[in-house]
């Protein structure tokens, strides 16, 4: 049986007006995940809440990294914690 879990991660760097929140929405529906994905204005930052699969979750994380190609990410904060079940699909938060 697969393990679920939530992924709660912070992207820092170049990550506002480059698509990052429709290239995290792609992904995270790709890998079958719920959850948002938000700019973070006063940090110049986007948070991501995913749950679904741990290796899933693992695989968006890796993209996170990465980012699109316009992307310049410097760090990414990351917090695992237990599957709630509190999202029905994946979408761009406000």
Request: aromatic content about 10%.
């Amino acid at each position: 049986m697969t393990q679920r879990a939530a992924l709660h991660a912070v992207i820092y760097g170049f990550v506002h007006g480059v698509n990052f929140r429709h290239f995290v929405l792609r992904r995270a529906r790709e890998l079958g995940l719920t959850g948002y994905v938000r700019n973070l204005s006063r940090e110049r930052a986007v948070e991501v809440i995913a749950e679904g699969d741990r290796d899933k979750l693992e695989q968006l994380l890796r993209q996170l990294e990465v980012g699109p190609s316009l992307a310049g990410v410097k760090r990414v904060q990351v917090d695992w914690s237990e599957y709630s079940g509190a999202y029905s699909r994946f979408r761009i938060g406000s």
